[in-house]
């Protein structure tokens, strides 16, 4: 059924490609079915609200933007990336939530000499030696928001953490991303199965470990499991949680007061101060209710980046389109972007507490910055 | 690790295995008794879990919640008996997987429709919210006890269902001959429809439990389904008993197997190397001991049909 409502769609958009020839094509990935559903649905909406926001066009050109559901499994998207490239023949492709699904894309758009720009995944990999040039990212390396973290925690001074991941390569750079900073103990390293709903043995073990603080990644799902759980187990007597990509517009309002206090580090808030931030925030609370995302606000980034890419290079050549967004200055809701030698972002990475709004509604607050201008970790060993 | 950690972690394991059985226990029946294969069932936990969720939304009253959503799964389980699963009974297997995980499909896209694709919100009240000590310095959520409790009173009650009244009689007769059972007056139609409603409410009371500990999400039910037909590969095949052993067994040694594999990997291995193989083995553990079971007893442990 999927399957073949997506056959419809493309060969539909196939149709339009060959009306008006001068269109430009962007085929973005997201995971809009399963668990993890919710994510690619705030993306979608960030996508669709950009392409509002520029009406229609990218970069003055009539632009059509054909979405993919990727399942969160590597071998769908390596199929879904090929239709895009050689049937559909796009422009870009763009989004991919998950980095094992991004690894797994990588090559087979780079070497069709199509730009791929990377709406969240981060992979070490792809920021140091196994970079490429026609890859541009629009989230982070996936180091540079536990980096802030471990940062933080050192500078104040706390003694001994608990570091718990899921185990893939996000999972692993995470923790890596953390310890580069943090010099205190670690006194456990676990990582969970992706995609895991109950952590209780993790829990108790953990408990028995008498940790001062707890790190953990778990995005998504995961994420509501984590901390529902956390919080049955009276775990805030013991241990305090920090987070990153855990706890966000997708999982709090199933969280809600429960999740108040928790600390994050973040590229991205909702309540980061500037025009194109509080435009996009308000217009999206208002079209689909709720805040949006870091997932959101990265995804309408990227179609804002494509928009400015193909205005300045005046084609969606993609060597142009390339050379401009490296050269940096991209307009994004984390302000003016500057870029790295390695095509990630140089970007400020903030403290984030849970806080309810003014409606009692639960978000997220900027209380510090930890970085400025931070670039990632791997940028030396990419040459292309 | 120290003997209480072992202790607590043998609990959580009993813990885990004890919401598997109740997963298991309908779906034992419904592929051992009725010869039916049925892989929608995770369906039937999530259908549990959204209405308790739903329903503590509407009414501020989880209790209610909970207890109105045992009727819903059941009626749920009755109706779809009626309106698709009686047509397939004499369909091939091959007919049957098609037909049931199209229903995933349509289970979990109706889902997302209704309730949208985010999860819901569903917490515990705070009567039950906190912890008790178990053991001395062992906190314990007093939530998961009530799980515990509520489903071993569940097991209590179907072994008394199966075993000692005039309806497990019938599904007992119909599990070892159903031919003789139809000629001897069992109105076979009706004991299927019925043995099909309880199982997907015995899902259901899993999935109600659910709630308050996972994100109840479309899609909730299907990570438990693949472990549930562990667990009657185990038991064997339309044994309740043996799917409450195996789901004890199957609990506690994927407990055990994430937390003490990797201090095991890790005393002999390199932390980086231990780190990547331990969960992957650790996963791998329920599998192995499937296969184990099969070789040795390829009909389960305990085998209803002798």
């Not at chain 1, 490429?132 to 003694?159: A, C, I, L, R």
């Not at chain 1, 309002?253 to 994050?264: C, E, F, R, S």
């Not at chain 1, 060597?319 to 490296?326: F, G, I, K, Q, S």
């Not at chain 2, 009727?71 to 049931?100: C, K, N, W």
Request: net charge neutral; with cysteine; hydrophobic share 50%.
């Amino acid at each position: 059924m999927k399957r073949l409502l997506m056959a419809a769609t493309i060969s539909a958009a196939m149709v339009v490609g060959t009306a008006s020839a001068d269109t430009v094509k962007i085929g973005y990935m997201t995971t809009l079915s399963g668990g993890a559903g919710i994510i690619g649905k705030q993306m979608q909406n960030a996508v669709k609200l950009a392409m509002e926001h520029t009406g229609g066009k990218l970069g003055g050109v009539d632009a059509e933007v054909i979405f993919v559901d990727d399942q969160r499994k590597p071998d769908v998207a390596k199929q879904l990336a090929n239709r895009l490239i050689k049937s559909d023949r796009v422009d870009v492709v763009a989004g991919v939530i998950w980095s094992n699904l991004l690894m797994a894309i990588h090559k087979q758009v780079t070497r069709s000499d199509t730009l791929l720009i990377s709406s969240n995944a981060g992979p070490s990999p792809l920021a140091g030696g196994g970079c490429h040039k026609n890859f541009v990212s629009m989230s982070w390396q996936n180091d540079q928001t536990p980096e802030g973290m471990g940062k933080y925690m050192q500078d104040s001074g706390v003694s001994s953490v608990y570091l718990m991941a899921p185990n893939y390569q996000a999972g692993k750079d995470m923790l890596s991303g953390f310890k580069r900073h943090y010099t205190g103990e670690i006194v456990g390293e676990v990582y969970t199965k992706l995609g895991q709903t109950d952590f209780q043995a993790e829990l108790s073990a953990l408990r028995a470990a008498k940790p001062a603080a707890t790190f953990v990644f778990q995005p998504g799902g995961m994420g509501i499991n984590f901390v529902k759980q956390w919080n049955q187990g009276g775990m805030n007597d013991l241990s305090k949680l920090y987070t990153v990509f855990t706890v966000d517009a997708v999982s709090l309002p199933a969280l809600k007061d429960t999740a108040l206090g928790v600390i994050a580090t973040q590229t991205w808030s909702p309540d980061l101060d500037n025009p194109m931030n509080q435009k996009f925030v308000a217009d999206y609370k208002a079209k689909y209710g709720g805040y949006p995302s870091f997932y959101a606000a990265q995804a309408y980034d990227t179609m804002m980046a494509i928009d400015y890419a193909i205005g300045k290079a005046g084609s969606a050549d993609t060597e142009a389109m390339r050379a401009v967004l490296a050269g940096g200055g991209i307009p994004t809701t984390r302000g003016i972007l500057q870029m790295n030698s390695n095509q990630f972002p140089i970007q400020n990475v903030y403290l984030r507490e849970v806080v309810l709004d003014s409606d009692g509604v639960a978000t997220t607050k900027i209380i510090d910055t930890v970085f400025e201008n931070h670039g990632d970790a791997y940028a030396k060993d990419c040459k292309f | 690790m120290t003997l209480t950690l072992l202790l607590e972690q043998i609990f959580n394991g009993l813990q885990s295995g004890v919401m598997l059985f109740l997963i298991a226990a309908g779906l034992t029946l419904i592929l051992g008794v009725m010869n039916f294969v049925f892989l929608a069932h995770g369906a039937q936990v999530m259908i549990g879990a959204y209405a308790a969720a739903s329903l503590t939304g509407i009414t501020g009253n989880f209790y209610f919640g909970a207890l109105a959503a045992i009727p819903i799964t059941f009626l749920s389980g009755y109706v779809l008996e009626y309106l698709l699963i009686r047509h397939l009974y004499q369909r091939d297997h091959m007919d049957q997987v098609l037909a049931t995980f199209g229903l995933i499909l349509f289970f979990n896209e109706m889902i997302r429709i209704g309730f949208g694709p985010a999860a819901l919100f569903s917490n515990l009240p705070p009567s039950l919210s906190g912890f008790v000590y178990i053991l001395p310095d062992t906190p314990y959520p007093v939530y998961r006890l009530v799980v515990i409790g509520a489903g071993l009173v569940c097991a209590v009650g179907i072994h008394y269902l199966v075993n000692r009244t005039k309806v497990g009689a019938m599904v007992r007769a119909g599990a070892n001959n159903e031919a003789m059972a139809a000629a001897l007056g069992v109105n076979i139609g009706l004991l299927r429809r019925f043995i099909f409603a309880a199982g997907a409410c015995f899902a259901g009371i899993a999935g109600i439990m659910l709630g308050p500990l996972t994100a109840v999400e479309p899609g909730m039910g299907e990570p438990l389904l693949i472990l549930s037909l562990v667990v009657i590969i185990i038991g064997g095949l339309g044994s309740v008993r043996g799917a409450f052993i195996a789901a004890v067994i199957v609990g506690v040694v994927d407990t055990l197997g994430r937390v003490v594999l990797p201090l095991i990997l890790r005393s002999f291995m390199e932390q980086s190397a231990a780190d990547g193989a331990g969960p992957a083995l650790a996963s791998m553990m329920v599998y192995l001991l499937m296969t184990i079971v099969l070789v040795v007893k390829p009909t389960g442990l305990f085998p209803a049909k002798g």
